[in-house]
T-cell receptor, first 115, second 118 residues
Framework: AQTVTQSQPEMSVQEAETVTLSCTYD???????LFWYKQPPSRQMILVIRQEAYKQQNATENRFSVNFQKAAKSFSLKISDSQLGDTAMYFC????????????FGKGITLSVRP | GAVVSQHPSWVICKSGTSVKIECRSLDFQATTMFWYRQFPKQSLMLMAT?????????EQGVEKDKFLINHASLTLSTLTVTSAHPEDSSFYIC??????????????FGPGTRLLVL
């Protein structure tokens, strides 16, 4: 079974600053994906970024980037130039590769961006 | 692309009644959809996996006779909460597994349904 751990329940960052959200996971699978999802106050789950385990290059999406350390089973999310709209709950998630696989979520972290 | 809708977004019902929630993939076909339940400030809890044309697979501890799931087509799955009670009040979210979206092999989520049972 897979586990995803987000040990920080809350974080706060000043607007325009950079913040890093931590995530570790445990699995015996060799082929898998890792995700960060954002859930703003509207509660709509939004895909932020996706990483394939077989890729050594870290995924990036505009202001969002990850630090994927496969050996350490670590998958942190860096948000650069934080904006007020980044205020949300962020979930790290694991999914085994293959059609119709389940997602395993971490407990989430609440990020507040201060003006 | 890869848009998932849910209807209704908000429902209030009396204890003992049944409520049906629809989940649709609008611009892609989804052979598999997932149903989650979420309490405030908590993570998503997977309730069941819905497969088109076959019976749903329920997670341990989820009452399949209470939470009926039907995946009638490649774009529609429904969750019916039967004989709802106040403890069933929650936020229900569906997701659809996309094999043709960008990125592929990714779950796309609906906006959720808030259920309040009085």
């Amino acid at each position: 079974a897979q586990t995803v751990t987000q040990s920080q329940p809350e974080m706060s960052v000043q607007e325009a600053e950079t913040v890093t959200l931590s995530c570790t996971y445990d699995t015996s699978e060799s082929n898998y994906y890792l995700f960060w999802y954002k859930q703003p106050p509207s509660r709509q789950m939004i895909l932020v970024i996706r990483q394939e385990a077989y890729k050594q290059q870290n995924a990036t999406e505009n202001r969002f980037s990850v630090n994927f350390q496969k050996a350490a089973k670590s998958f942190s999310l860096k948000i650069s130039d934080s904006q007020l709209g980044d205020t949300a709950m962020y979930f790290c998630a694991f999914m085994k590769a293959g059609a119709n696989s389940k997602l395993t979520f971490g407990k989430g972290i609440t990020l507040s961006v201060r003006p | 692309g890869a848009v998932v809708s849910q209807h209704p977004s908000w429902v209030i019902c009396k204890s003992g009644t049944s409520v049906k929630i629809e989940c649709r993939s609008l611009d892609f076909q989804a052979t598999t959809m997932f149903w989650y339940r979420q309490f405030p400030k908590q993570s998503l809890m997977l309730m069941a996996t819905s497969n088109e044309g076959s019976k749903a697979t329920y997670e341990q501890g989820v009452e399949k006779d209470k939470f009926l799931i039907n995946h009638a087509s490649l774009t529609l799955s429904t969750l019916t909460v039967t004989s709802a009670h106040p403890e069933d009040s929650s936020f229900y979210i569906c997701s659809a597994f996309g094999l043709a979206g960008d990125p592929w092999e990714t779950q796309y989520f609906g906006p959720g349904t808030r259920l309040l049972v009085l």
